[in-house]
């Protein structure tokens, strides 16, 4: 089935109809295009949460790759990644391609980590170009509007591509044009002075006119990979406004954590990665994990797949984690049914379920049957520390469900 076909099956539903209907339609036509090229899920936080022993096996969405690849060094027997978007897909085979094919942990990080070097051209043609899987050596081949095939993107700031790329640079210029800048963030040499710059550059353009006019348009937010469903739950969330909650996020991204430790914070303050610096890379491009990631690349496997029809390929109590990421904010209540059906069926003892929600909410207690969570443990109180340790911080909140 076709990127476009899958998307629309997993974003149209139950409450497709109306003026939704024709918000949907629009949403899944620009889902079906590359919108993440790095992942802005923590994996660090997912892998604190799901506690795992080597030897488990994991199912994860792929979005971008990079939560898929940092998992193996975990040492698991597999980790399944299943995406809706075959672009996404095609990331993350070039990226777990590179990884085991490159000469050298310094070859690996010119490509995937600086991705800005001529000679990645060498890079793909000697080393990478036939490693390839059929699908995404067409979507690396295939030519854009500019004529070049896509796999020059490793030569050129390969992640300020995709939407969400397209969208941090707009943002940029929109700041800009407000009178603040972001790119100031990385001028800062402590976390008070992050949080001075913050309040200064950057905090006083979401208290403009035109910021609150375009935080109420849905649109706006479709580069971020945001549907309507989740549209309407930061609404609910939104107290002051939704101007207000952007800005909060915004400030916990800025000032929480140190820029120097946070990949996220250096791509949407600096649109790169950091390279001199090893925690402001992202996990899977860390030294550090280099060895045992090349060791466990053949247990990543992809999936181009809903979430519910991978499971139903899989043997009765064979899965011990599952990362949902935020998919589970586009699904209605049958949607969301029959994928807790699989999670039962294929949840080993002790299985766990991270995941993360537009709102701060959890939508299962509300939209499930008893009988399909009575097996499963939440702890709001734990869950909110969780989410407070996730780097990326454009989440309302992040949730762990253990099976007892």
Known sequence: MSS???IASAVFNSTTQGRKGIADKLFAHWFSRLVHAQVWEDPQADLHALQLRPGANIVTISSGGCNALAYLSAEPAAVHAVDLNAAHLAMLNIKQTAIKHLPDYDAVLAYLGDANHADNLKRYKRHIRQHLSEDA???WESRTITGKPRYYYFTNQAYQYGLLGRFISVAHSFVRLMGGDMSKMLEARSVQEQRDIFDHDIAPVFDTGLF?????QPLALYSLGVPLSQFAALKKDAGEGLHVLFKERMRHLSCDFPLD???FAQQA????YDIRRQAALPMYLQQAHFFSLRRNIDRLHAHHLTLTD??????????????????QDW????QLVSLWEEVNRTAAPGARVVFRTAGQSSPLEAALPTALLSTWHTDTEHNRALHATDRSAIYGGMHLYQKN
């Open 269 to 272: 303050f600096g649109r790169c």
């Open 212 to 216: 609150k006019l375009l935080a109420q």
């Open 310 to 327: 991978f499971l139903r390929t899989q043997p009765r109590a064979s899965m011990d984690a599952y990362v949902f990421h935020d998919v």
């Open 137 to 139: 050596s067409n979507f």
């Open 331 to 334: 699904m209605d209540k049958q």
């Open 261 to 263: 430790q946070n990949c």
């Open 4 to 6: 476009k076909a899958l």
